[in-house]
């Protein structure tokens, strides 16, 4: 069928006279076309109301479609089934065109930001294989909205804690400023209640983004072209960075991605007509200034030291000096480093170590001297030890009985028995012991009740119950 221009030029040839053969040739089409048109006399490209075969079936196409859960393959099956043969592309074509189970697309809009008006911030899961072994990590990535320029690190985990030393190193050392306002999703490790205008920040993020002078802010529920600007480098990232490189460890992954994201600021976006580079030369001046001093992120925690002389953090293992054993320490534990405090003195620093490592991590100058193994590859023999044994026999034959049956682990009871040694007078301590020891007892707490109760009256003042013959008097 000739388009309208086509049919235009035939029209006003033949109004100058020209014959329907040269009129043919000049614009290649049939003389049978040039006749239509003609005898038509109209520029207009005549409707098409070509019925399709499908059309008389409409309804139970429409009833099928609901009942197969808008599966087209088993709609065409039940209508063969039912004698309605139609072509699978007629079924498909007459449904895209009659709107059958089709979304009708939406015009995407467009953000346009002033520099430093905006960042946004995201995560995504991503399987990269590290050091010889797969694993499943969280992709962090920040990206300026004007210039593009984006910082992206790798996590095991990320909570409020990884997100804070992620925001810093961009903010800080990346960006050297922050955007006025950082647009996220609706993600609980910044979110403390609601979504979207209603959403409330968590108070230690808002104190965070206080200190670099921008404001966390979610869009709503459902509106994720809101964040599209730091969605598409999770893709760029998955496809140019991870393929044909080897990672020996976290840090080095990571300390490769920042190195690629410098990188990869000086390539030209089309969509820019420029580099991202050369847009963060307009930028940085309209970012937040860094503050004068910003401190090191750290996680606070609260840790008993065990009789190991040990504090447990995310199932590694970290040494204390011997004499804080059984008191309670403060943790600060940054990206990093691991420190260990008593009040204000700092105790104990150790590298840290990935959550899950079950790592051992014991410095030599915070065990006691001649805490030694045996030489038959027994238990070390403790300070302690030595004490109590030189104070009583009751007790050096209990400790020995303690070792024999403590199956190689007998320091916390030895430790636990040296405290009643130091909480409680020494010869009930030894009738206890005695006594245990004549009828096979260890119990620690069944000694340390037989002990209390012997010097009750003795060593406690106890509290005086009123009787009734007291009140009549």
């Not at 050091?131 to 210039?147: D, M, P, T, W």
């Amino acid at each position: 069928m000739l388009d309208r221009e086509t049919r235009t030029v035939i029209l006003r040839l033949r109004a100058e006279g020209q014959g329907i053969v040269p009129i043919a040739k000049a614009l290649k089409v049939s003389v049978n076309s040039v006749r239509k048109v003609l005898t038509e006399a109209t520029v207009e490209v005549p409707q098409m109301n070509r019925l399709s075969s499908a059309q008389e079936h409409h309804q139970r196409i429409v009833e099928l479609y609901q009942s197969c859960q808008g599966n087209l393959v088993r709609v065409h099956e039940e209508l063969l089934a039912e004698g309605i043969s139609l072509p699978y592309s007629t079924l498909t074509g007459y449904c895209r065109r009659e709107g059958i189970g089709v979304t009708p697309i939406k015009r995407s809009g467009r953000y346009d930001f002033a520099a430093g008006e905006e960042m946004q911030h995201d995560t995504s899961p991503h399987r990269v294989v590290v050091g010889g072994k797969s694993e499943l990590l969280q992709c962090a990535s920040v990206v300026l909205c004007f210039s593009r320029m984006l910082y992206a690190q790798l996590y095991t985990t990320f909570n409020r804690f990884y997100c804070k030393v992620f925001l810093t190193e961009a903010i800080a050392r990346f960006f050297r400023g922050a955007a006025k306002r950082c647009m996220i999703d609706n993600t609980s490790v910044v979110i403390a209640s609601g979504t979207g205008k209603d959403a409330i920040v968590a108070p230690e993020m808002t104190a965070f983004s206080d200190r670099f002078g921008f404001e966390f802010q979610a869009h709503e529920k459902g509106d994720a072209n809101r964040s599209a600007r730091v969605e598409g480098p999770f893709y760029f990232i998955e496809r140019n960075f991870y393929p044909g490189r080897t990672f020996k460890d976290l840090s080095d992954l990571n300390r490769q991605l920042s190195d690629w994201c410098a990188r990869k600021s000086h390539r030209f976006i089309r969509e820019l007509q420029a580099r991202p580079i050369e847009l963060y030369q307009i930028e940085r001046p309209q970012l937040q200034p860094l503050p004068l001093y910003i401190p090191e992120v750290y996680e606070l925690h609260s840790r008993m030291v065990n009789l190991e002389g040990n504090i447990h953090l995310h199932t590694n293992r970290y040494s204390v000096p011997d004499e804080l054993l059984g008191q309670r320490v403060q943790v600060r534990e940054s990206i990093d480093k691991v420190r260990i405090y008593r009040g204000h003195k700092l105790v104990a620093q150790h590298a840290r170590h990935a959550e899950g490592n079950r790592a051992l991590v014991v410095d030599k100058t915070h065990r006691t001297p001649g805490r030694r193994p045996a030489k038959n590859g027994g238990t070390p023999v403790l300070p302690e030890e030595k004490i109590m044994c030189a104070a009583a026999p009751e007790l050096d034959r209990f400790v020995q009985t303690l070792r024999k049956q403590a199956r190689g682990k007998p320091l916390w009871r030895i430790r636990k028995l040296y405290r009643f040694y130091l909480d409680y007078p020494t010869e009930p301590l030894c009738k206890a012991v005695s006594r245990a020891l004549e009828y096979g007892v260890t119990d620690l707490g069944r000694i340390e009740r037989m002990t209390l109760r012997a010097i009750a009256g003795d060593y406690f003042r106890l509290e005086i119950k009123n009787t009734p013959e007291d009140e009549d008097e």
